[in-house]
């Protein structure tokens, strides 16, 4: 996992522009969900994480997930003398995104995934193959990940979704997982447990798949149900191959036997013509 603070070369550009005194042109605020706010020039979504560059120069900026951020504001002009204050809430907003990262962290050692995809599966009477296929398609087993629309957690679920399912931490991976899993199996049976139904309407809604009375043509929704049935199969398959050779070992095994114990009938047999017909043997 990429670690959620880069921190370029930008804490003594920003000291020097604040030792100037020269005004600066309007920029935006970056509003973070703990109060804090950090003023840029631009910034860039890069996967989970919203780039913000503070400077003229793209070597001076900081990462900040995007889940971290609770709005955007603009900014009117103001002194660059403003900056030295501004210095002070970047750095003490890196801290606690880094902190935010290293609970998530710390949080994906502690968790047994494959325990909890096991668990949840069980309990909604689904393949984990196929549960670990969304959750690969959808968040790439990433604790923290959240969609561009605000989908949240492994299972990305959306906040709506997720409250109507009781899940009250999406980045929790038991109730994320769990959710999801719930959510699968109901869509599942609203479908006759048509999987590429159920798949499509994970990704892009029932109304969707109810309004187009299918898959959406959507080339998002489609390449998003070819690819988890893709891995699915392929889990599928793999297992299949994996079994063979102990199948046709045992197979074997047993034909073995069956040649050993016509052989010994067939000795017992002639043993026991030779005893009731003594004569016979003589000659």
Not at 16 to 27: E, G, K, R
Request: glycine share 6%; hydrophobic share 40%; net charge positive.
């Amino acid at each position: 996992m990429k670690k959620a603070i880069q921190i370029g070369a930008w804490t003594g550009l920003i000291t020097l522009f604040a030792m100037t005194a020269i005004p600066c042109p309007a920029a935006d605020s970056a509003v973070l969900r703990n109060g804090f706010s950090i003023r840029h020039e631009r910034r860039q979504v890069i996967g989970t994480v919203t780039r913000l560059y503070v400077g003229k120069d793209d070597s001076s900026f900081v990462d900040i997930p995007t889940a971290e951020i609770d709005h955007f504001e603009a900014l009117a002009d103001e002194p660059a003398s403003h900056l030295r204050f501004q210095t002070a809430s970047v750095q003490a907003a890196s801290v606690q995104a880094a902190s935010v990262q290293a609970a998530s962290d710390s949080l994906n050692h502690q968790v047994d995934l494959n325990q909890v995809v096991e668990t949840a599966s069980g309990t909604y009477r689904l393949d984990p193959d196929l549960v670990n296929s969304v959750i690969h398609a959808e968040s790439g087993f990433n604790v923290r990940a959240v969609s561009p629309k605000g989908a949240q957690g492994l299972m990305q679920l959306m906040p709506q979704t997720a409250s109507e399912l009781g899940v009250q931490n999406a980045f929790d991976p038991r109730a994320n997982v769990e959710g999801g899993t719930r959510y699968l199996r109901e869509l599942l049976e609203r479908y006759d447990f048509d999987l590429i139904k159920a798949l499509a309407a994970y990704n892009a809604g029932p109304e969707r798949v109810e309004q187009y009375g299918g898959v959406p043509p959507y080339y998002e929704t489609k390449a998003y149900v070819a690819r988890i049935v893709r891995e699915f199969n392929k889990k599928k398959l793999a297992a299949k191959a994996a079994t063979a050779p102990a199948a046709q070992k045992s197979t074997a095994k047993k034909s073995t036997g069956t040649r050993t114990q016509t052989t010994k009938l067939q000795s017992s047999k002639a043993q026991l013509q030779a005893k009731t017909n003594p004569t016979q043997s003589s000659e």
